[in-house]
């Protein structure tokens, strides 16, 4: 069966763990909470349940008062998505966008269409003419460093903000965006999200029944709760080891 919405995502636990033959002695309410833990765990921590974007955002005067960027005013395009991570910004510099007078204009005019059509011209040369442009360009406007924290929601670019921006300018944000289940359905039938559900589940009811491990019930059965938690702590980290060692995004090292 492919699960397709949280309420079959939530039957399909329920029976796994034995359900209606067993009575599960779990609150609904419980169970809804466990599935919202297990889905924020995927949407941290599983690359399937982010997207990588590249978000455009026009500055407003707002953003120039506070010095910082509001993330929840930056459009991600998708129903319930939120960014979880700032990669870094692009600045899109008025004086080197296309135009007829740029210099990236002019040199495709010269040396691609002069050159390189009537074999006057190389690659070679035209690669170092780029290379040399963009080191004139890292020199002039160099990459502006960002930080962002998902609980603020605030993406901070170190500058002086007075100096630097102005009202209407543009760029382009490189973020990692959440995506909604309810969106992409498709995230409720992943595998390891449908064991860690099922998990959770298995734990809270183990809790739940802790309080009358001791008590017998008739013909001399006992609750063995503690033996349930355990179990179901063991199936957590296993899982939870399995996501972080081979489904995480690798970590961006620093390269200077």
């Known amino acids: 069966m492919i ?43 599983h690359f399937d349940g982010v997207e990588m974007l590249y978000l455009p955002y026009v500055l407003t005067q707002t953003d120039i008062d506070n010095k910082y960027i509001d993330t929840n005013n930056i459009p991600t395009g998708s129903t319930g998505s939120e960014i979880v991570s700032v990669e870094k910004i692009f600045i899109i510099d008025q004086a080197v966008q296309s135009g007829m007078f740029s210099v990236q204009y002019q040199l495709m005019l010269n040396d691609y269409f002069n050159g390189f059509l009537t074999g006057t011209s190389n690659l ?10 963009s080191l004139l360009q890292q020199f ?20 002086d903000w007075s100096q630097t921006f102005k009202v209407g300018d543009k760029m382009m944000v490189q973020a990692y965006v959440s995506l909604s289940p309810e969106t992409y359905p498709e995230i409720y039938n992943d595998i390891l999200l449908k064991r860690y559900v099922t998990a959770l589940i298995k734990r809270q009811w183990a809790a739940n029944l802790s309080k ?30 399995t996501v972080q060692s081979k489904f995480e995004l690798p970590v961006d090292f620093m390269v200077g």
């Not at 002039?140 to 500058?159: D, G, M, W, Y």
């Open 124 to 133: 070679s040369y035209y690669d170092t003419t780029k290379q040399y442009l």
């Open 3 to 45: 699960i397709s919405s949280r309420e079959q995502l939530k039957d399909y636990a329920l029976r796994r763990l034995g359900f209606p033959v067993i009575e599960i002695n779990v609150d609904d309410a419980q169970v809804e909470d466990r599935i919202d833990d297990a889905l924020q765990f995927f949407s941290q921590y």
């Open 212 to 241: 009358f491990s001791n008590i017998a019930l008739p013909g001399g059965m006992k609750f063995d709760a503690a033996t349930m938690y355990t179990d179901a702590t063991t199936e957590l980290t296993e899982i939870e080891s």
């Open 140 to 159: 002039l406007s160099p990459e502006k460093q960002t930080s962002f924290s998902r609980v603020t929601n605030k993406l901070r670019i170190h500058a």
